[in-house]
């Protein structure tokens, strides 16, 4: 069966760095891209971006150029997301997921990141 | 603000249908997909490319669009189905994938 695990809660302090990892099993990981999701404590889905696992192609959102970079691993079958110069407001539950174009059926279980002083 | 806009919250009675609605210039061009999220779950895909469901999801959900509006009906509401919806789509320019901001089912 399809299966995304991502990595550990993470508490950063502000212009720290996280990086985010996400383990796919049960599918072939080159056959589909893994698009990341956020959010916020009590607010809505954000997406993050997009990485192809076939040629490591990315798409990030606009309002995280810069800061944000996704990679794969295909030897291990693992996505990865990197926030660098984190603030108060990337506080957050961060998701990875199953791109089969746009829509995304399998989701990792979340990983909590808190950027705090 | 997002380029998708959806109603805040909406309730309906166990075994009513409710239609949730998620607005949005860009679904003129490409489909609304729709995902289903519990209190401290992942999101759960429920319709994707407008009418379609994944294997698992009950037949009471459907998808539809006209113009501007995708829309994601439960008919037959269950207790179960109390939870927060979200659509997303490309956004106007087609380069980015965007989120609306959910709409909260109370059953």
């Known amino acids: 069966q399809v299966q995304l695990v991502q990595s550990g809660a993470e508490v950063k302090k502000p212009g720290a760095s996280v990086k985010v990892s996400c383990k796919a099993s049960g599918y072939i990981f080159t056959s589909n891209g893994i698009t990341w999701v956020r959010q916020a404590p009590g607010q809505g889905l954000e997406w993050m971006g997009w990485i192809s696992a076939y040629n490591g192609k990315t798409n990030y959102a606009q309002k995280l150029q810069g800061r944000v970079t996704m990679t794969r691993d295909t030897s291990t079958s693992t996505a990865y997301m990197e926030l660098r110069s984190l603030r108060s407001d990337d506080t957050a539950i961060y998701y990875c997921?199953?791109?089969?174009?746009?829509?995304?059926?399998?989701w990792g279980q979340g990983t909590l990141v808190t950027v705090s002083s | 603000s997002s380029e998708l806009t959806q109603d805040p919250a909406v309730s309906v009675a166990v075994g009513q249908t409710v239609r949730i609605t998620c607005q949005g210039d860009?679904?003129?061009?490409?489909?609304a997909n729709w995902y289903q999220q519990r209190p401290g779950q992942a999101p759960v895909l429920v319709m994707y490319?407008?009418?379609n469901r994944p294997s698992g999801i009950p037949d009471r959900f459907s998808g539809s669009s006209s113009g501007n509006t995708a829309s994601l009906t439960i008919t037959g509401a269950q207790a179960e189905d109390e939870a927060d919806y979200y659509c997303?789509?490309?956004?106007?320019?087609?380069?980015?994938?965007?989120f609306g901001g959910g709409t909260k089912v109370t059953v």
């Open positions: 997921s199953r791109d089969l174009g746009d829509w995304y059926d399998y």
């Open positions: 997303n789509s490309r956004d106007s320019s087609g380069n980015y994938v965007v």
């Open positions: 860009s679904l003129r061009s490409y489909y």
């Open positions: 490319t407008k009418n």
